[in-house]
T-cell receptor
Framework: SQQGEEDPQALSIQEGENATMNCSYK?????LQWYRQNSGRGLVHLIL?????REKHSGRLRVTLDTSKKSSSLLITASRAADTASYFC?????????FGSGTQLTVLP | DTEVTQTPKHLVMGMTNKKSLKCEQH?????MYWYKQKAKKPPELMFV???????INESVPSRFSPECPNSSLLNLHLHALQPEDSALYLC???????????????FGSGTQLSVL
């Protein structure tokens, strides 16, 4: 079953702007991950944040996690046309990793 | 080698055909996964093999039959599929087996399957 819901479903921005995507989930988690998927391709892991962490950075990516609100956000700074893709949050339980509904990001040159 | 390789990339089959999808990784990962993804939807878990044993079957119809010949290979055998089974089939692997902990998944590029 689908655990995470992402917001917005679609986001269109100009190159150089920042993009923020949000993920809400329902049950307890061990970790939360973000993945990117270019059209018709496999998913690529971006970043993993553990349930006892609040913020994590990787290059132009910043992820926050608020376990009390059961939500996470992904910020991409100084976006590029190459960032155009679908972005999925994924919540990890003891059993498996379950993907959210995804945000389609379009970065216009 | 940090790749998960899937073949074929594209497959068109009739409803009476039998075909197989193949997946290979040489990273020494102990868990391998099959996901199904419809257009504009998230991947949905089908099967998980952990230490070469089937650990999770998400109530997948028997027309899909997984096989793990060894720790590096994962197959998905297809028989008597329906048009609604048309989708992108993704293979993934992770370093540790089930129970799943703080592991990231490595995905292949997928097989785009069309059932006519």
């Amino acid at each position: 079953s689908q655990q995470g819901e992402e917001d917005p479903q679609a986001l269109s921005i100009q190159e150089g702007e920042n993009a923020t995507m949000n993920c809400s989930y329902k049950t307890s988690i061990n970790n939360l991950q973000w993945y990117r998927q270019n059209s018709g391709r496999g998913l690529v892991h971006l970043i993993l944040i553990r349930s006892n962490e609040r913020e994590k950075h990787s290059g132009r990516l910043r992820v926050t996690l608020d376990t009390s609100k059961k939500s996470s956000s992904l910020l991409i700074t100084a976006s590029r046309a190459a960032d155009t893709a679908s972005y999925f949050c994924a919540t990890g339980s003891a059993r498996q990793l379950t993907f959210g509904s995804g945000t389609q990001l379009t970065v216009l040159p | 080698d940090t790749e998960v390789t899937q073949t074929p990339k594209h497959l068109v089959m009739g409803m009476t055909n039998k075909k197989s999808l193949k997946c290979e990784q040489h990273m020494g990962h102990r868990a391998m996964y099959w996901y199904k993804q419809k257009a504009k939807k998230p991947p949905e878990l089908m099967f998980v093999y952990s230490y070469e044993k089937l650990s999770i079957n998400e109530s997948v119809p028997s027309r899909f039959s997984p096989e793990c010949p060894n720790s590096s290979l994962l197959n998905l055998h297809l028989h008597a599929l329906q048009p609604e089974d048309s989708a992108l089939y993704l293979c993934a692997s992770s370093r540790q087996g089930i129970p799943y902990t703080n592991e990231k998944l490595f995905f292949g590029s997928g097989t785009q399957l069309s059932v006519l």
